[in-house]
């Protein structure tokens, strides 16, 4: 009597998964599984995959062309995404857009900023905080694109006007864009950072507009780097107005 069956004769629920565990690799899915099954309340038969011949004979048998696989009931319910779906978890598609990657950074920017702002004056709410937030989020959104420029690049030339007309630009903003935010966070040669901010933000906000809410055009946003999944719209417009905003704040204060 198998595990599964001796659970479900007790009333527990159990769940019998294959996945790869080798000598020179352990599926992360199959892991991912496990747990995914453990804290759902099942009981996991756990079988381990050992070699590629295993594995690939396994495959064969069930006529499927990936691991791990999960069996509850009997009835196999599949790989992993296929796992999550069963327990009602959202699996992202392929070309599925997205905010929270723009979220999580504005959102760790903020903290940082207050932090900072914390550990300088002896309070989280000042204005300088306020101006470290948007420095510091140029300069984290800057990383990003900077891990891939060549990505980053190709998707920018999607919409930036001046992009389109001298394509040096579109791997020149993120630098400006580094540059502009460190110089801002340091509080340092307001000279340069104040026109490089205001020419890149006001281009980009105007780039943006048209694309957008002119031309009505559905398109990526390369504010998170190349492999963005966000939506170019409202976001891609705040990025650029922070920036100007921030260039005039400064000019005037």
Request: aromatic share 12%; glycine share 8%.
């Amino acid at each position: 009597m198998t595990q599964e069956t001796q659970g479900a004769a007790a009333g527990q629920k159990t769940a019998v998964l294959y996945r790869m565990v080798m000598p020179e690799h352990t599926c992360p899915y199959g892991v991912k599984s496990k747990w995914q099954l453990e804290r759902h309340g099942y009981s996991v038969e756990d079988h381990f995959l050992r070699t590629r011949a295993e594995t690939d004979a396994f495959k064969a048998e069930h006529d499927v062309k990936t691991t791990p696989q999960t069996f509850i009931d009997g009835r196999r319910v599949g790989g992993y995404d296929d796992l999550v779906r069963f327990f009602g978890g959202h699996v992202p598609a392929k070309d599925e857009t997205s905010y929270r990657p723009v979220i999580a950074v504005f959102a760790m920017t903020a903290l940082m900023a207050l932090a900072v702002s914390t550990a300088a004056f002896g309070t989280p709410f000042t204005e300088r905080a306020a101006m470290w937030f948007v420095s510091l989020s140029m300069c984290v959104l800057a990383i990003l694109k900077l891990q891939d420029v060549e990505r980053f690049s190709t998707m920018f030339l999607n919409y930036d006007l001046l992009a389109k007309r001298w394509v040096p630009y579109a791997y020149l903003y993120p630098f400006g864009e580094a540059l502009a935010g460190v110089l801002m966070t340091a509080g340092v040669l307001d000279w340069l950072s104040i026109p490089v901010a205001l020419v890149i933000g006001g281009i980009g906000a105007v780039s943006v507009f048209k694309a957008v809410y002119i031309e009505k055009r559905a398109l990526k946003c390369a504010c998170v780097g190349g492999s963005s999944a966000v939506p170019l719209g409202f976001v891609s417009l705040t990025e650029n107005l922070f920036m100007v905003g921030m260039a005039l704040w400064m000019l005037l204060r």
